[in-house]
């Protein structure tokens, strides 16, 4: 039978889980039943409401302790139905008296309805989920990952992923040093013919199509995206150009005839990521208008002025330390093929101010190049340890990761040991700044950013 110091930690970490899911502060209750226990913690006074059959109800399994995560039921209804650990990916429960209902409910089960939240990770995996130091699985664990860091895969998967993202890198640079990853690969379909490339990060500049370099020249530098001329999409774009016709060709009509009918897609190459199943990747916006300039189809970006940053939620600073202190342990416990994060004594108050995450919506010219969206986030949704560990060997300090960079950048933003900050993305490293501060202003202006060379200076 489950151990109650087990119990409450369970409950401990459901709570914290919840409380960066929802966005106010979750106190755990546990309310026993014959099958185990409900783990559920009221509603704050003028809340949302819930929808109807939104939401997720966890239950503790009293023998094993296995969680099972009941989808878009109340928990009184849930356990009623349970009937033990992996009964859920059958066809319904038996059904059963309905117990008394968690103290402090109402009996209407619309008013008990948790919030909706995020899809837990998937129920299936044989690695305990709430454990936040590393080591072997307890042997009754059937659940999740932990709720905050990035989801445990087996070793011999994490291989496996591994050897065939690295084949992969080295199919897509042929007779060239395969670039690290995160990376973006881009497929052009023109006159039934196929081009790929990845982003370009070696220290040399890459060589663009005249057209191309003709489309990229008419927008001015504080309107560029960092590193744009580097990405796959308009290398890809090159590379075909020159197939078709050689440099001679420089009129943008002779390439706008080319590239009719073309197809372009952008796939993310990251690391743990299902090689076989790669997840579409955006065009950034100078990649996107240069696109369109040259006749392929689609929209010109538009800007998205700043909005007004979104209120930090009532949850009191007790309680982010806390978020931040389980989701940076919980990053830290998953590790890489070849490498581990480190553990950094000053994440916690680096990141507190700024938990559970900080999202900037923005795309818009800046002083020296364009802005564009970034979230500081203390919960690490991917696997880093391996990525950054490989930068941590170039530049001399190890990494951890702190957020990212969406809008067809696709970074991870990092902080090493001295408090530097960068974003390794799929055209390079980058660095941002002295201190977060520092580099949360250089992403919010537009400063420069200085790429990091191959020898980890810059
Ligand atoms: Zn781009």
């Known amino acids: 039978m489950i151990s109650q110091e087990r119990l409450e930690e369970i409950a401990r970490h459901w709570a914290v889980a919840e409380t960066l899911r929802r966005g106010y502060e979750c106190e755990p209750r546990l309310t026993e039943f014959p099958g185990g226990w409900v783990v559920w913690s009221p509603r704050p006074a003028g809340g949302p409401v819930p929808e109807p059959g939104s939401g997720e109800t966890v239950i503790i399994d009293r023998e094993t302790g296995a969680l099972t995560v009941v989808p878009g039921l109340p928990p009184q209804v849930a356990m009623s139905r349970y009937a033990g650990p992996g009964a859920t990916a059958r066809a319904g429960y038996p059904a ?67 050897v065939a993202l690295a084949a992969q890198l080295a199919r897509l640079s042929p007779g060239a040093t395969a670039p690290a990853l995160p990376q973006v690969v881009a497929t052009l379909e023109v006159v039934g013919r196929t081009f790929q490339a990845l982003g370009h990060t070696a220290d040399t500049e890459p ?120 989701a940076v342990a919980a990053t830290i416990a998953v590790p890489g093929v070849r490498h581990r994060l480190p553990t950094l004594p000053f994440l916690v108050d680096l990141l507190e101010p700024y938990a559970p995450f900080h999202p900037v919506l923005q795309s818009q010219s800046g002083a020296a190049q364009r802005v564009e969206s970034f979230t500081l986030d203390v919960w690490t ?78």
């Open 96 to 162: 059963g008296p309905l117990p008394t209902p968690p103290p402090g409910t109402l009996t209407s089960p619309v008013s008990t309805m948790p919030p909706p939240m995020p899809p837990l990770p998937p129920t299936t995996s044989a690695v305990d989920p709430l454990s936040l130091t590393p080591g072997p699985p307890p042997p009754n664990a059937t659940v999740t990952s932990s709720p905050f860091g990035p989801p445990r895969l087996p070793a011999d998967e994490l291989d496996r992923r591994a």
């Open 207 to 326: 060589v663009h199509h005249p057209a191309v370099m003709r489309a990229l020249a008419a927008i001015p530098p504080g309107s560029r995206t960092r590193g744009a001329h580097r990405h796959p999409d308009l290398i890809v774009v090159s590379k075909a150009l020159f197939e078709l016709g050689g440099a001679e060709h420089t009129d943008p009509a002779w390439a706008a005839r080319q590239l009719a009918g073309a197809t372009l897609r952008l796939h993310l190459l990251r690391e743990g990521a299902a090689p076989d199943s790669p997840a579409p990747a955006a065009a950034c916006h100078t990649c996107g208008t240069v696109l369109v300039s040259l006749g392929l189809p689609g929209e010109l970006p538009r800007d998205l002025v700043r909005p007004e940053p979104p209120q930090r939620g009532p949850a009191g600073r007790a309680a982010l330390r806390a978020i931040t202190a389980e």
């Open 381 to 458: 949704r991917e696997q880093t340890a391996d990525t950054l560990g490989d930068l941590a060997e170039r530049l001399g300090a190890p990494l951890f990761p702190i957020g990212g960079e969406a809008g067809g950048l696709h970074s991870v933003l990092a902080v090493d040991e001295r408090h530097r900050v960068f974003a390794v993305d799929h055209a390079g490293t980058w660095y941002l700044g002295p201190t977060l501060d520092d580099a949360v202003q250089t992403l919010l202006i537009g400063r420069s950013t200085p790429r990091v060379r191959t020898n980890g200076t810059w």
